[in-house]
């Protein structure tokens, strides 16, 4: 069972780019602290949104979260509002900032704390929007908890949103057409095994899903075209691909701890 975190508001800042996978900026960071059941909570689900979507369509976000949240013990909401100013007397979008609270408390989510932030460089003060006096400096984010363990499981913690997305952007056009066609006759041996029942063999392609997953969890992708092409040509299975997708949940919430799950579950690609 994940242990409990205890972690200062200065400490659940700097592991916000670590929990996201990179450094950001003009936005809001919500953090949903969870109720173990035994009385202590724990870092939940993290979600990132612009800046500029929630002072403009607050009613969006306030249903985004209802959503995403609904199902889970939530007992408190720490957002970051990241924001370059460094004014800390002059807090930015205080006005609109405090009608989304407003929606938040009447959707549910009474316990909620929006902490300014002007960066995550080492040493910056963040402020409280609504205890004046609540206010600190930020640890290093890249000595945090967090990092050190994003960066022993072979990740990396990218500097800005734009360099993350990199790594998502489609390859080349030639590149896929490779591989499409690499994988065109083994989905179709794929179909033959489904046909026949061929358990067999079906169990090995599952288990080299389930490898590549694992492996993918810690950094490491496959570049080998015959690789990639045998295992979008499993993925063409209904058979293989539920089985898969529910082994493949349950063994990241197996394999690690409650931060870090947290992390996975919470990479949905609309908030972030």
């Known amino acids: 069972m994940p242990a409990a975190m205890f972690l200062s508001d200065a400490d659940l800042l700097a592991a916000i780019p670590a ?8 936005s809001l960071v919500l953090v949903a602290a969870t109720a173990r059941g ?5 870092m939940g689900p993290i979600n990132r949104f612009d800046l500029d979507t929630v002072v403009r369509h607050p009613r969006y976000v306030v249903a985004y979260l209802q959503q995403a949240l609904s199902e889970k013990p939530v007992m408190r909401l720490i957002g970051a509002v990241v924001h370059d100013n460094t004014d800390t007397g002059y807090l930015p979008y205080r006005t609109e900032l405090a009608t989304f609270t407003q929606w938040l ?5 009474t316990n909620t704390e929006l902490l300014h932030l002007p960066g995550f460089t080492p040493g910056v003060t963040w402020s409280c929007y609504e205890v004046e006096s609540h206010t600190g400096t930020l640890t290093d984010p890249t000595t945090s908890p967090m990092t050190t363990h994003v960066i022993a499981l072979g990740n990396r ?3 800005s949103r734009t360099e993350f997305l990199q790594q ?4 080349p056009a030639d590149t896929r057409g490779r591989i499409a066609a690499l994988a065109e006759p083994i989905t179709d041996e794929v179909q033959q095994e489904e046909l026949a029942d061929d358990r067999p063999r079906l169990r090995k392609r599952l288990d080299r899903l389930d490898d590549a997953v694992t492996a993918a969890a810690s950094g490491q992708i496959p570049t080998d075209e015959h690789v990639i092409a045998d295992l979008l040509a499993a993925l063409s299975s209904l058979r293989l691909r539920g089985i898969h997708l529910t082994q493949a949940a349950t063994t990241a919430f197996l394999r690690h701890d409650g931060i870090s799950a947290a992390a996975i579950f919470a ?6």
Do not use: I, M, S
Request: glycine fraction near 10%.
């Open 157 to 159: 913690v990218y500097p």
């Open 38 to 42: 035994d009385g202590t909570a724990r």
């Open 168 to 171: 998502f952007l489609p390859t």
């Open 105 to 109: 408390h009447d959707h549910g989510f």
């Open 19 to 26: 929990t996201l996978g990179y450094v950001p900026d003009d």
């Open 267 to 272: 990479k949905d690609p609309r908030p972030t």
